[in-house]
């Protein structure tokens, strides 16, 4: 039997936990046993416990409860208690997603003690160095045993940065393995769908049931710098005034904090007096699902949101001055704005008249990431 331990702590990762932990559940219960460790790196019950409850997830077996601080506090004391567990639980591999202070801590720790560390969503790179993000996965990758790319670009860049792709088994550290294998965040939105539109009643809840944009604010440099956060919001204003559509903006915690502090009076009276702008908390993954299928467009500095946009054929404007996520770009379903009030109008245009403007080829895999990544681990011999 296989020991792994999980480590998720960011909400995207624990919604990509849900995909590998369902895999091992339906196909491999005598092969691989899990366990969960949550940093409680996100801890509000909207950014955590309902992504437990609602995709079926294992119930943590720790739950670090390190929650936010400064960067090196943060990492630090999530190296100091996984080291504990990892030293307690001793596992065959070292399960990480991403790029977030808890993918960069348990690549420390599990490294440190020679635990192989499996990498899923490996390979991303914005090639910026000022993104904490950034950091993260290039440290990770390069201490990983089993790198699983989720796109082409993604294996391009290992490639580049000194990884091989015909190195042959038993991966190790030194002779790592690096996999194309497509988006377990695919396979979760394929998976989910159906489900989605049983349950959910977020498009009733906030008067959604006619053309809509939807929209999610929340990397650093957009929320902490007061410029780009006013720009973003009186552009978004704006633009649901011109064009008299509901924009629906689930707010993450960070963002509202930093509204409080850094947004200027006039916006926020802008805001509060347009009746197009739903403004409301973070949903849940099932909501979330609802309204990127069902919106006009998509305006976001997320990168999980970035895909499912794609996934559900809806073009995206990125607030951001680049994207991991080239190939969206590349075929024209999405544009890189940053924070420029002129190109986020004017690609929201482009768009409004061109909805159908990308073909959207098949990205992001098979839907079976997942499965591929569990023989993979267990092949690894
Ligand atoms: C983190 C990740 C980012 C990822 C994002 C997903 C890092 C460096 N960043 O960013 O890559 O895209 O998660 O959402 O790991 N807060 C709450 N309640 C919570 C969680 C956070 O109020 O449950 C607030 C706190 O004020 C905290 C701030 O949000 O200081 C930022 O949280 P943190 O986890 O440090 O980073 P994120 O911006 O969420
Ligand atoms: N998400 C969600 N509810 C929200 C906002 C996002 O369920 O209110 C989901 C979204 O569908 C995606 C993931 O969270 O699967 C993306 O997380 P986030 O934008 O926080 O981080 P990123 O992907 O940028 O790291």
Not at 190 to 208: E, G, R
Not at 316 to 321: A, E, K, N
């Amino acid at each position: 039997m296989l020991k792994i331990v999980t480590v998720i702590g960011a909400r995207p990762q624990i919604i990509k936990a849900a995909a590998l932990s369902r895999e091992i559940r339906n196909n491999h219960t005598d092969e691989i046993r899990e366990i969960l460790v949550h940093t409680g790196q996100h801890y509000d019950t909207k950014m955590s416990q309902v992504f437990i409850d609602e995709l079926d997830i294992p119930l943590p077996d720790f739950n670090l409860g390190i929650g936010s601080a400064s960067h090196g506090v943060q990492t630090g004391r999530m190296i100091m208690d996984l080291e504990k567990i990892l030293l307690h639980e001793f596992p065959d591999y070292v399960i990480l997603y991403g790029d977030t202070n808890s993918t960069l801590a348990g690549a420390v720790a599990a490294s440190k003690l020679n635990i192989p560390v499996v990498h899923i969503e490996a390979g991303l790179r914005s090639f910026n160095k000022t993104m904490p993000e950034e950091i993260n996965r290039i440290t990770c990758d390069h201490v990983s045993a089993l790198l699983f790319t989720p796109t082409s670009t993604g294996l391009n860049n290992l490639v580049k940065e000194g990884f091989s792709e015909t190195t042959t088994k038993p991966f190790t550290p030194d002779n790592p393995g690096v996999f194309h294998c497509g988006d377990v965040m695919y396979d979760n939105t394929m998976h989910y769908q159906k489900t989605a539109f049983k349950k959910s009643k977020v498009l009733d809840k906030h008067d959604l049931n006619g053309e809509f944009t939807l929209c999610t604010i929340h990397r650093n440099n957009n929320t902490d710098d007061a410029q780009r956060l006013n720009t973003i919001f009186s552009t978004i204003n704006e633009l649901s005034r011109a064009h008299k559509t509901p924009f629906v903006l689930p707010l993450h915690p960070r963002t509202a904090k930093a509204m409080e502090e850094l947004l200027e009076s006039s916006v926020r009276t802008k805001l509060n007096e347009n009746p197009y702008m739903r403004i409301i908390p973070p949903v849940s993954f099932l909501d979330m699902i609802v309204l990127e299928s069902k919106c006009r467009l998509v305006i976001t500095d997320s990168g999980g949101v970035q895909k499912e946009a794609y996934f559900f054929k809806k073009p995206c404007i990125i607030l951001r001055s680049e994207t991991e996520w080239k190939e969206i770009v590349d075929v024209g379903a999405g544009v890189v704005t940053d924070v420029d009030r002129d190109k986020i109008t004017e690609a929201y245009t482009h768009f409004v008249a061109n909805t159908h403007s990308s073909a959207y080829p098949s990205i992001f895999g098979d839907g079976n990431a997942a499965g591929f990544i569990c023989q993979t681990i267990l092949d690894n011999k």
